[in-house]
């Protein structure tokens, strides 16, 4: 089954500064990758997501790459402020089965 | 107005115990899960239902019982509750089934079993 391992497990950056999370999967017949983010004591909610037939999406701050030769897709969010502080899970399609990340723990010095 | 809404938000328990998670979604979704959050923050499938039936039960102990009765409800029964049953439980639903869709999460249930 699908594998999706993350990193890193935390991320301290200073507000201002980028950030970047990066995944990879092991199925190679995966074609959809959403990224979500995880207030503390909240719900994870979509912050953007990703398909096969594409190598780059970008949402303001947020941008999301895709290598599907390396099997790897990595979470950039440049300009960090102080509410980007959460935690971000990737995930990736496994048969059925969406597979999360372990989750990485962003935090945001202002 | 909570598009995915599940109750209750906490729930204390003994061992031993039988509890139930209650789950609505109005977004006219086709699909619906339960997936459970460890301490260490893991998020991890343990049930889909699309349009009332079943397509995904992960390696769940049968002390759990999920129920659709029409595709906008998927309650969450745990018989005989196990200290390792405490988490945070979350219902998802997606407009269609996971391959193509982005899940959309209720609030949680943190459940604390004593």
């Known amino acids: 089954g699908e594998n999706v391992e993350q990193h890193p497990s935390t991320l301290s950056v200073q507000e201002g500064d980028s950030a970047v999370i990066k995944c990879t999967y092991s199925?190679?017949?995966?074609?959809?990758f959403p990224w979500y983010k995880q207030e503390l004591g909240k719900r994870p909610q979509l912050i953007i997501d990703?398909?096969?037939?594409?190598g780059e999406k970008k949402d303001q701050r947020i941008a999301v790459t895709l290598n599907k030769t390396a099997k790897h897709f990595s979470l950039h969010i440049t300009e960090t402020q102080p509410e980007d502080s959460a935690v971000y899970f990737c995930?990736?399609?496994?048969?059925?089965?969406?597979?999360f990340g372990a989750g990485t723990i962003l935090r945001v010095k202002s | 107005d909570t598009a995915v809404s599940q109750t209750p938000k906490y729930l204390v328990t003994q061992m031993g115990n039988d509890k139930s998670i209650k789950c609505e979604q109005n977004?006219?979704?086709?699909?619906m899960y339960w997936y459970k959050q460890d301490s260490k923050k893991f998020l991890k499938i343990m049930f889909s239902?699309?349009?009332?039936?079943?397509?995904i039960n992960e390696t769940v102990p049968n002390r759990f019982s999920p129920k659709s009765p029409d595709k906008a409800h998927l309650n969450l029964h745990i018989n005989s509750l196990e200290l390792g049953d405490s988490a945070v439980y979350f219902c998802?639903?997606?407009?269609?089934?996971?391959?193509?869709?982005?899940?959309?999460f209720g609030n949680g249930t943190r459940l604390t079993v004593t």
């Open positions: 995930a990736a399609i496994g048969g059925n089965k969406l597979v």
């Open positions: 990703i398909r096969s037939n594409v």
């Open positions: 199925d190679s017949a995966s074609n959809y």
């Open positions: 998802a639903s997606s407009i269609g089934g996971m391959s193509n869709s982005p899940l959309h």
């Open positions: 977004l006219g979704h086709d699909t």
């Open positions: 239902y699309n349009n009332k039936e079943l397509i």
